[in-house]
């Protein structure tokens, strides 16, 4: 009788220490969003094409970095933006014609009103952003002045031939008027003391995520 007794009490010491290895190393649940996310917006769309709407959440991480996080049946996906401001507001719709709908987001801060568009295939992709646009022109130097190029948009600058000319885009909006919504973005080349013209380009957005220039205006700029 000691004997069993004996070997009952290690039976139930053994299935003690099984259970505790267990819960131990049990998969938390992931939260849709912690408590220490300070959520500025959140959105409903179909980003993924299923028919179900999807939440789409934009919210400030601990870094003080605006994030931006989907919610969907197959998991969650987020993408950390590198900026540090403050006013954001957004929409959805279907930008590039793929059928589903695209989240864009809008920051604001100063004169800059910087334009984020997030599209949903695999994961959460960003299409458009201040960087992406960046990287979309040219501008090279050459021995009387500067060549702007964006895609296939080519115009000679005559400009100081000291001065370092550079161009950055501050303000990207979207008209709806068409089928196929029309970005446009305008932006400002510059040199160290002096602002030489503005730039306003024209663009759709093709359902492979590529620019499609639709026109270029650029003029001397006048205070």
Same mark, same amino acid.
């Given at each position: 009788?000691?004997?069993?007794?004996?070997v009952?009490?290690?039976?139930?010491?053994?299935?003690?220490?099984?259970?505790?290895?267990?819960?131990?190393?049990?998969?938390?649940?992931d939260?849709i969003?912690?408590?220490?996310?300070?959520?500025?917006?959140?959105?409903? =769309?179909?980003?993924?094409g299923?028919?179900?709407?999807e939440h789409i959440?934009?919210?400030?991480?601990?870094?003080g970095?605006?994030?931006?996080?989907?919610?969907?049946k197959? =998991?969650n996906?987020?993408?950390e933006?590198n900026?540090?401001?403050?006013?954001?507001?957004?929409?959805?719709?279907?930008?590039n014609?793929? =059928?589903?709908?695209?989240?864009?987001?809008?920051?604001?801060?100063?004169?800059h009103?910087?334009?984020?568009?997030?599209s949903?295939?695999d994961?959460?992709?960003?299409?458009?952003?201040?960087?992406?646009?960046?990287?979309?022109?040219?501008?090279?130097?050459?021995?009387?002045?500067?060549?702007?190029?964006?895609?296939?948009?080519?115009?000679?600058?005559?400009?100081?031939?000291?001065?370092?000319l550079?161009?950055e885009?501050?303000?990207?909006?979207i008209?709806?008027?068409?089928?196929?919504?029309?970005?446009?973005?305008?932006?400002?080349i510059?040199?160290?003391?002096?602002?030489?013209?503005?730039?306003?380009?024209?663009?759709?957005?093709?359902?492979?995520?590529?620019?499609?220039?639709?026109?270029?205006?650029?003029?001397?700029?006048?205070?």
């Amino acid at each position: 009788m000691k004997k069993f007794i004996k070997v009952f009490a290690v039976l139930i010491f053994f299935v003690f220490l099984s259970s505790c290895s267990i819960s131990k190393f049990k998969k938390e649940k992931d939260q849709i969003i912690s408590a220490n996310e300070n959520v500025f917006n959140s959105f409903l =769309g179909d980003f993924n094409g299923d028919g179900i709407n999807e939440h789409i959440y934009v919210y400030k991480s601990e870094n003080g970095k605006p994030c931006v996080k989907l919610i969907t049946k197959g =998991g969650n996906y987020y993408k950390e933006l590198n900026d540090l401001a403050d006013n954001f507001y957004s929409h959805a719709a279907d930008v590039n014609g793929d =059928g589903k709908e695209e989240f864009i987001l809008y920051i604001s801060e100063s004169s800059h009103e910087k334009m984020y568009i997030f599209s949903f295939t695999d994961d959460l992709n960003i299409i458009l952003s201040p960087e992406i646009l960046q990287k979309e022109f040219d501008l090279a130097k050459i021995k009387n002045g500067y060549v702007f190029t964006f895609g296939s948009f080519e115009k000679k600058l005559d400009s100081d031939l000291n001065d370092n000319l550079s161009m950055e885009f501050n303000h990207t909006d979207i008209s709806y008027e068409d089928s196929l919504p029309l970005f446009i973005a305008d932006g400002i080349i510059k040199g160290s003391d002096k602002k030489y013209y503005t730039v306003t380009v024209s663009f759709t957005i093709s359902n492979n995520n590529d620019f499609e220039i639709k026109e270029i205006d650029m003029r001397p700029y006048a205070e």
